[in-house]
Nanobody, 124 residues
């Protein structure tokens, strides 16, 4: 059974930082593209960031570029999203996901494994 588990969400003030982690079971982790998505109430799920299997290439959504950093440690089966300069618009449930594709994709439909999500709330 493949499982992705997010952690690290919570309440943070605007301008602050928070780090999210996604831990995964199984050796599959190392060969998969991993991504972060978020969904705010009443909005569609939004691409946040993704990273290739070996970590040499990343991609970010326009709204988070230059503020968020995605990384992964395949030896520990962990992916991290460092979120800086947070704004109230970043408030959402954040999901980690894994794709079998070998290239980075921003489409949620291309990710086949999903975590349960972790809430991040940014207060003004």
């Amino acid at each position: 059974q493949v499982q992705l588990v997010e952690s690290g969400g919570g309440l943070v003030q605007a301008g602050g930082s928070v780090s999210l982690s996604c831990s995964a079971s199984g050796a599959f982790f190392r060969g998969f593209v991993l991504g972060w998505f978020r969904q705010a109430p009443g909005k569609e799920r939004e691409f946040v960031a993704a990273i290739r299997a070996t970590g040499e290439r990343t991609s970010y959504g326009d709204s988070v570029k230059d503020r968020f950093t995605i990384s992964r440690d395949n030896s520990k089966n962990v992916m991290t999203l460092q979120m800086n300069s947070l704004i109230p618009g970043d408030t959402a449930v954040y999901y980690c996901a894994a794709s079998r594709l070998t290239y980075i994709t921003r489409l949620a439909a291309n990710y086949i494994y999903w975590g349960q999500g972790t809430q991040v709330t940014v207060s003004s």
